[in-house]
């Protein structure tokens, strides 16, 4: 990448390709077969185009010259009052975030996640949660995003969580 300004610009339902396509290299980078990634794509698709559509799903887009070369998903959703967030019945989730690796180590990951947390104070969000990879946690830990307990199960045959 030359050194062109860095923009950031809200996610919108044209971005669907481009949210599918991060998503399933975010997946596989991590190791997921690629058999998997096929299973999901059109479900996934599908929710994407509605989540976008509807507003539920949201976001930014890093771009130079207006060409994306990375984005962060970001979500609202309801969630009990927690200690963690004892006077809030929400919690921000961030999801998707991806940075094109040719363009990695450049900060463009933490300028999207800083466009994050503004969007999340915006809407009154004081607690927010993602998952993260192990090639991302040294980013979210710099950031001051901390380790929790969550596990998970499947209940259909076939699937599992890693």
């Not at 300004?5 to 339902?13: S, V």
Request: with cysteine.
């Amino acid at each position: 990448m030359t050194k062109k300004p860095l923009t950031l610009r809200p996610l919108a339902p044209a971005d669907c390709d481009l949210v599918c396509r991060h998503r399933e290299e975010m997946f596989r980078a991590s190791g997921h077969p690629d058999q998997t990634l096929a299973d999901m794509a059109e479900t996934y698709r599908d929710w994407q185009r509605q989540s976008l559509d509807d507003g539920s799903y949201f976001g930014f887009v890093a771009e130079v010259d207006g060409h994306p070369i990375g984005a962060v998903g970001l979500m609202e959703i309801d969630w009990p009052p927690h200690p963690l967030h004892p006077l809030a019945a929400k919690r921000g989730y961030v999801l998707n975030l991806f940075v094109e690796p040719e363009c990695r180590g450049q900060g463009i990951a933490r300028k999207l996640m800083q466009a994050a947390d503004g969007e999340f104070k915006k809407r009154g969000l004081d607690y927010a949660i993602l998952h993260a990879t192990k090639q991302g946690r040294p980013l979210y830990e710099k950031d001051g995003w901390a380790q929790t307990s969550e596990m998970g199960k499947t209940f259909l045959k076939g699937h599992r969580h890693e």
